[in-house]
C-alpha cells in the first residue's frame, strides 16, 4: 500500500516543517513496515500554491490513500482539493487529521467527501485503521476514526496515550532529517492544563503528558548532529514543571548554546531561576497576554494579575531575555477602550514583538458553544474570525485591526523597543494614540488599509523617520526631533548589522602582502556607515532615550560612524568625517588612493586607516 500525506502549509518559514505527516510516517514505518507491504511518503505545499499542481502531483504518484492534515489556514483549499480529487479518482481513499478534523468532524466530513477523519492522536488509530484496510476489513466503530452515517456521523472517541514517549521519534527515526537544517518544530508535551475557552488545548482533558527527558536528550543530540539552527519548542505549558524546565534549560545551555531557541512561556510561573536560565541560552520567549483587562480575562477562563504580570516581566528585562507577547482584540467584554489600554501596558513593557489578533471563534471550543448567547457574530468558516459583539461594534473593529497593523509594522518589524518608549514620552502620547496617529497617516499616504507584508525594513525605516518628522513638528516638539532620529537610524543599522553575514577576514600575513591603496576595495553588505547629528558615542552612553535631556545637555556637533559585525558582536566605530567620506567612495573598482587624493587625505593616513579597516572586516578586497 502506497499512502502519502500532503501538508499545506501557511507560507514559507523556518516552522513549516510536516510534523503531524512525520509523526504519523514514524508510526506506520515502525508498526507496519516489517509485516506489510507499505510505502509512506509526505509532501510539501504552501497556502496560495496552484490547486492543479498539488492534484497533478498527488494523481501522477500513483497512491492508495491521501491524508490532509487539516489547520485554520488550510482547511478550504484542503477540502476543495478533496472534491476534485473524488471526481478524478473516486477509488482512492482519502482522510484527513488535524486540529480541525478533531475539532469539528461532522463539519469536515459535511464540507469534503472524506473516506474518513481521524479524531484526536493518530498514530495508533491510523495504524490500526491501515492494518483492517490492508485486510480487507472495515474501520467502521475502531476508536479515533469519524464516519459519515445519514445525517450525522460515526464516531468512538479514542483516550490518548498517557506517555507519548511510546511513540517513534519522528526526528529519531530520521523521517525529518532534511528540515533540520533550516527549521525545527520540537515536541516536548502534549495537552495543557488550562482552560482558555477560546483555544483548541481547552477542550481536552486539561491533562499534559509530557516526553521522557532522556528522549529529550536523545533528541537534542540528534538535532545538533543533524546541523540544527533554530527550533521552536511546542510545549504549551514549559515552565509549568519548574524543575523539569530548569533541567532541560541547563541541557540546552550545555549542548546546543549557539542554537536558537524559542518557547512558549507562562508568565505568572517565571521565575528568577528561569529568566537566569533562559538569559543564558540563545532564545526567544512568547507570552500569551491576549489582555490586559482581568474581567475580560475571566470572560474566557483566564486569570491576571497586571501588577505580578509586570514584575515577572521585570526580571526577563533585567537579565536581558528577548521575549514577546501575544494580545487578543474582540474577546468578550472587550471594547475599544479596552484593546487600547492592553496594548498601552504590554508596550510599556518593552517586548521585542507583539503578534495581534482579532478573536477566532474556533469550532469545538467552549467559547464557540457559547457564541450564540454571547452574541459574538463570526465568520463561520476558516479563519472564524469575530466581525462584531455587544461591545466591539463593526467600526471600532476596524479600528483596533489598523492598531495591530500599524503596532506591527512600526514597533515589531520595525523593532522599535530600545526607543519606542522613550519618544511616545517625548511626544507625551500613550504608545496607542501613537500608533493609532501612524495608522492614519500611512493609510491616508497610501489610500487604502496597510500591512506591514507590503513593506521591506528599509521602507519601514524611511517610514518610521517620515512620520516622526512629521508628528514632532505636529506636537511642536521639533526641537528634539533631531535626537530621535538619530535613536531610530542607530538601532537600525544596528538590527542589519545583526542579521548580516560577516565577510572571512584576511590574515596578518596577508595584509601584510596587500597594497590596500593600490587594490580595489569595497564595503560588504554587513557594514552600516551611518551619519547622525549627536556624537554617537555619547548617544549610546546616555541610555534609554530621554529626549529632553539629550537636548539639553548634549550639543549636536555631528557623527559619522561604521556599524559592523565582528568575532559576534556589534562593533560601532566612530569615524572621523575624511574616513568615512572615504569608505563612502570605495567602490570596487577605483584604488582607494585616487579617492584618499581626492579628499585631500595624506597616503600614510588612508594606508594605516584601511589596513585597520580590512583587518576589522568594514571593508574587503575586491
Known sequence: MHILFVTIHAYRSPQAVPLAAACLKAALDSRLLTSHKLEVNFTDFFSGDSPDDILHLILKSETDLVGFPLYVWNRSECCSLVRRLRREKPSMFVIAGGPEATADPAGVLAEAPFDFVVVGEGEVTLCEAI?????????????????????????????????????????LSGVLD??????????????????????????????????????????LDYLIRHGASQVVVLDSTFNQDRNRARTTLRMIRQKASRVHFHFEARCELLDAEQARLFREITCSLQIGL????????????????????????????????????????????????????????????????????????????????????????????????????????????????????????????????????????????????????????????????????????????????????AVFVQRKVKRLLAAALDVVDYHYHYGCAVVSVPPILPSRRELTRVNVLQRPLSLPGSTR????????????????PD????????????????????????????????????????????????????????????????????????????
Not at 154 to 165: I, Y
Not at 355 to 367: A, K, N, V
Not at 402 to 407: D, E, S
Open 529 to 544: 556607515l551611518a551619519r547622525f547629528h549627536y556624537e554617537i558615542q555619547e548617544l549610546l552612553e546616555s541610555g534609554e
Open 178 to 219: 532534511r528540515y533540520i537544517p533550516n527549521g525545527v518544530l520540537w515536541q516536548l508535551s502534549r495537552g495543557c492544563s488550562f482552560g482558555c475557552e477560546f483555544c483548541f488545548d481547552g477542550m481536552g482533558d486539561r491533562s499534559v503528558r509530557r516526553y521522557p527527558l532522556e528522549r529529550v536528550e536523545m533528541e
Open 547 to 622: 529626549l529632553a535631556r539629550i537636548n539639553a545637555s548634549l550639543r549636536p556637533v555631528g557623527s559619522f560612524a561604521a556599524i559592523y559585525p565582528r568575532k559576534g558582536e556589534i562593533v560601532t566605530e566612530a569615524l572621523a568625517e575624511p574616513y568615512y567620506r572615504l569608505l563612502q567612495g570605495l567602490d570596487g573598482v577605483k584604488p582607494a588612493s585616487k579617492i584618499a587624493a581626492r579628499l585631500g587625505m595624506s597616503r600614510q593616513d588612508a594606508r594605516e586607516f584601511l589596513a585597520f579597516a580590512a583587518e576589522e572586516g568594514i571593508v574587503v578586497f575586491r
Open 290 to 469: 491576549q489582555t490586559a483587562d482581568a474581567a475580560v480575562a475571566r470572560s474566557v477562563g483566564r486569570s491576571l494579575n497586571r501588577r505580578a504580570f509586570a514584575e515577572k516581566i521585570k526580571m526577563l528585562n533585567r537579565e536581558g531575555v528577548a521575549f514577546g507577547f501575544d494580545l487578543i482584540y474582540g474577546l468578550p467584554g472587550d471594547n475599544i477602550s479596552r484593546f487600547k489600554e492592553s496594548l498601552d501596558f504590554a508596550l510599556r513593557l518593552y517586548p521585542n514583538g507583539l503578534d495581534i489578533f482579532p478573536l477566532s471563534i474556533l469550532p469545538g471550543t467552549i467559547l464557540s458553544s457559547h457564541a450564540g448567547e454571547r452574541a459574538l457574530r463570526h465568520l463561520e468558516h476558516p479563519p472564524y474570525t469575530i466581525l462584531e459583539s455587544p461591545t466591539f461594534p463593526v467600526g471600532h473593529m476596524a479600528v483596533a485591526r489598523r492598531l495591530a497593523a500599524a503596532c506591527n509594522l512600526f514597533y515589531s518589524r520595525g523593532k522599535a523597543v530600545a526607543w519606542f518608549n522613550g519618544i511616545v514620552a517625548a511626544l507625551r502620547m500613550s504608545p496607542s494614540a501613537f500608533l493609532d496617529a501612524f495608522g492614519v497617516w500611512l493609510e491616508k499616504r497610501t489610500g487604502r488599509e496597510f500591512s506591514e507584508e507590503n513593506f521591506s525594513d528599509e521602507e519601514i525605516w524611511v517610514l518610521q523617520r517620515e512620520f516622526l518628522s
Open 131 to 171: 492494518e483492517r484496510l490492508i485486510a480487507g476489513a472495515s474501520v467502521g466503530a475502531l476508536p479515533g476514526i469519524a464516519r459519515r452515517r445519514g445525517d450525522g456521523i460515526d464516531l468512538v472517541k479514542r483516550s490518548p496515550l498517557p506517555d507519548p514517549g511510546s511513540f517513534p521519534s519522528p526526528y
